[in-house]
């Protein structure tokens, strides 16, 4: 309504057409010039209006007083003050007070001036003084300033953000130029590496270049000699001694005075160009009368050693050894101050080794490392320089072997955590285990990881770059360690990380949570699966989680079970106090299945198990002639799917699945290749102590990548060579093998709903399908013999 009054407000006037009146061209006027067109013409009169547009213009004007006039006469009647001229402030009012200084007629105002004009007169105004104070001081501010402290209006509301980079590309700079480093070194041996080049020096550094050169040359031409061998031994059906790995036994008797006896075997792959052999070698302790004040350095270093782990090359295969012949000698010896029971290689990092020990400790050696000399001083090895200032060599060559530049230290041990934290008998305490609350366990953080023996050490296949160890005692405690490599300007450093532990006896029924653990086999190509045995018999373990979910199988692997007649809480007790009339002793996983598990039994039988099921695939009773007299050890060949070894004392026995299902193909006397001390015996002869029949080794076999078995027997061990059909393999299937699906159309039981894949090299697919084929046909607890 106010906008439309608004607009009413302005008063509509029309102009009006009046007539102008003409100026009279005769009138004489003097102020005043015309101008005429230079026609001479008049200029011509305006037109007058027209009378009917006239008489309509008047009466709109008379229309719009009209309005105007009703408009003004409402807002007088609602008694409005608002002028027709009103703007949109016009309803603004100050709040100020309002001083009316033209107003002199009140009292108050003439009081005022006539106090101001007395003021005047008494001249008081001219004494006033002005002072000032600054109330407040403010100095100009540069726009950088203000965008700095961010107190400006403009500047007020801004956020400020920052990134940090660079750290990270440092780092990685400097590891991928350690690592090159070490490889250059390794690989790349020159003149002068690690010494000043100097021209009057080159004599002197040949002998250091020669023995860097050398053993990369003798692994060259090796390599071509086994390619020979194996192409042309196809017609060679005869087993054969290629390596005998063993001790000097004037070593023994003069330095130790005790039979030595196999321990462990491990491979070493292409160690300075080739697989070297693994051998642990420990003895038991015998009274020595206390070496004199002139004795030899390496009789005083010998005295307090328990074990040593002799490295041994593999090369040669193309000659058979025979069987008068002497051992080789050890390249690299690892000595040890207290006796160890297990040994192993790092998947993927060659140069590393690690061993368990009876005190409960794992221990590192690096075999970059340089080796060095035995001496009598207190830091037990020096330079082989040094060492050569100190006395003369023995004139015996095979004790003037040991003498050299072969020794490797530890550069690391977990004896830190080798110590049990349940102190004063009490078997009631509860402490975490890997997560895991258990009665009378130990805790990885802390305090100690393993109290008792470890009797096993293994090493997982390496996964993404890196692999796991496993390490298990007599009390069936498992732990788990990764290795860290940290490189240095000066040196490498090699540890052990702890990644966590578990009872295997936890929430069993045993005295003292006492499991009689003895080995483990880890599941191929992963680090989470594994398999223990025990007086208990085969325990399977995930270590991700302790509960048993549907893709890990059963816990318990069994050649009976035991049924009862109530099946209640009782029985289930009953049935976990009842004993185990089974007694595994040894384990193998076949590399081409994902649990395809072999084991050995200490009473003579072998089980072929499907990890997935509780009962075996297969069953052979009585399998193993010399048990349980002696202990035994299996192994999967990794060429041929479908051949396995089996060592119980001086025999071994080769397994083709392909050939035969009820007895071995193979049976090899060891005493005819193990050489004339092996032959000896291990009794009290030749002044030697007898040892302890009674603990078994941990394994007694091991089998190489090209399918060679390397066995201890008698304190040595020996690399044998196959016939080419137990090591090639099989280009068809056999005549009583063909492929396709079997007869009674039985599902493959190794290829479940939860079967994991495993990579098959393409030339063994052929042979694991045979190998599935045959057992897929098999009923479960079938007895071959």
């Known amino acids: 309504v106010d906008a439309d009054e608004d607009e009413e407000e302005e008063e509509y006037v029309p102009l009006s ?14 102020n005043l010039v015309s101008f005429r067109p230079s026609t001479g013409s008049r200029p011509a009169k305006t037109p007058e209006p027209d009378a009917s547009a006239y008489s309509d213009i008047k009466r709109a004007v ?43 007629s009140s009292p108050r105002s003439k009081a005022a001036l006539q106090r101001l004009k ?47 980079t660079g750290d990270d590309d440092m780092d990685v700079g400097v590891m991928t130029d350690e690592v090159w480093t070490d490889d250059k070194e390794a690989q790349f041996p020159t003149l002068n590496m690690g010494q000043s080049s100097t021209s009057d020096g080159e004599a002197s550094q040949l002998l250091p270049f020669l023995r860097r050169v050398l053993p990369l040359f003798e692994a060259s031409m090796s390599e071509s000699r086994q390619a020979q061998a194996v192409s042309g031994s196809a017609g060679d059906q005869q087993v054969h001694s290629q390596a005998r790995c063993g001790v000097a036994e004037s070593f023994t008797s003069t330095f130790i005075g005790a039979r030595v006896c196999v321990e462990d075997i491990a491979i070493c792959p292409q160690w300075y160009g080739a697989d070297h052999a693994l051998v642990l070698y420990s003895w038991p302790e015998v009274q020595r009368p206390a070496p004199s004040a002139g004795a030899n350095s390496l009789e005083s270093f010998m005295r307090p050693l328990r074990s040593m782990v002799g490295l041994y090359p593999l090369l040669a295969p193309s000659s058979a050894i025979e069987g008068g012949a002497g051992p080789m000698r050890p390249v690299r010896l690892l000595a040890a101050f ?37 001496s009598s001083r207190s830091e037990g090895l020096v330079h082989s320089e040094e060492a050569a200032t100190e006395g003369a060599l023995s004139q015996d060559p095979d004790i003037a072997h040991f003498e050299g530049p072969i020794w490797h230290i530890t550069v690391f041990s977990t004896d830190l955590f080798a110590f049990s934290n349940v102190a004063g008998g009490d078997d009631d305490a509860v402490l975490p285990v890997g997560g895991h609350a258990r009665k009378g366990g130990v805790e990885l953080g802390g305090g100690g990881v393993h109290s008792v023996e470890i009797c096993c050490v293994r090493c997982s296949d390496a996964q993404n770059g890196d692999s796991l160890i496993f390490a298990l005692d007599v009390m069936g405690i498992v732990s788990f360690w990764r290795v860290l490599e940290l490189a240095n300007v000066s040196h490498n450093s090699v540890k052990l990380a702890p990644q966590g532990s578990l009872s295997i006896a936890q929430g069993g029924r045993l005295l003292g949570d006492f499991l009689g653990a003895s080995y483990i086999a880890i599941h191929p190509q992963q680090q989470a699966q594994f398999v223990v045995t025990s007086t208990t018999g085969l325990r399977q373990i995930n270590r991700g989680h302790t509960a048993t979910l549907a893709g890990d199988g059963p816990r318990h692997l069994e050649l009976l079970r035991r049924s009862f007649e109530d099946d209640d809480e009782q029985s289930e007790e009953l049935q976990e106090l009842c004993p185990s009339f089974d007694h595994p002793c040894s384990a193998a996983f076949n590399p081409f299945f994902p649990g395809l598990l072999l084991t050995a039994y200490s009473e003579g039988d072998l089980a072929l198990f499907d990890c997935s099921l509780c009962v075996p695939v297969t069953h052979w009773a009585g399998a193993i002639s010399k048990a349980p007299k002696y202990s035994s050890s299996v192994a999967w060949s990794p060429q041929r799917p479908c051949v396995f070894f089996v060592k119980c004392g001086s025999t071994l026995d080769v397994w083709d699945l392909s050939e035969k299902m009820h007895s071995p193909s193979l049976s090899i006397d060891l ?3 193990a050489g004339l001390a092996a032959r000896a015996g291990d009794g009290a002869s030749n002044g030697f102590a007898a040892w302890d029949s009674a603990r078994a080794a941990c394994a007694e076999l091991y089998v190489d990548a090209i399918g060679r078995p ?10 044998l060579g196959l016939p080419a059909k137990l090591t090639m393999p099989l280009l068809s299937a056999p005549a009583g093998h063909p492929l396709g699906l079997p007869e009674n159309g039985a599902a493959d039981r190794l290829t479940g709903r939860f079967a994991r894949t495993v990579e098959v090299p393409e030339m063994c697919t052929l042979e694991r399908d045979v190998l599935r084929q045959i057992l897929s046909n098999l009923q479960p607890l079938q007895a071959g013999l």
Request: aromatic share 4%; net charge positive; with cysteine.
């Open 17 to 30: 057409a009046k007539p102008s009146t003409p100026v009279p061209i005769d009138a004489p006027k003097s």
């Open 62 to 104: 008379e229309t719009e007083n009209e309005r105007l006039a009703a408009m003004t006469k409402r807002q007088q009647h609602r008694g409005s003050d608002v002028s027709p001229d009103k703007s949109r402030n016009s309803q603004y009012s100050s709040a100020m007070p309002k001083w009316n200084m033209t107003d002199k």
């Open 118 to 164: 007395d003021l005047r007169k008494m001249k008081l105004l001219e004494k006033l003084s002005v002072e000032k104070v600054e109330l407040f001081q403010q100095r100009p501010m540069k726009d950088i300033s203000l965008f700095l402290a961010g107190k400006s209006l403009k500047y007020c509301n801004l956020t400020t953000t920052s990134c940090q």
């Open 338 to 374: 207290c006796r160890l029971a297990s040994v192993t290689v790092v998947s993927g990092r060659s140069h590393l080794v690690v061993g368990g020990s009876e005190m409960g400790s794992l221990m590192v050696w690096d075999l970059r490392q340089k080796p060095r000399c035995p």
């Open 671 to 673: 005493d005819n290749y």
């Open 710 to 719: 390397v066995v201890a027997h008698n304190g040595t061990a020996v690399l």
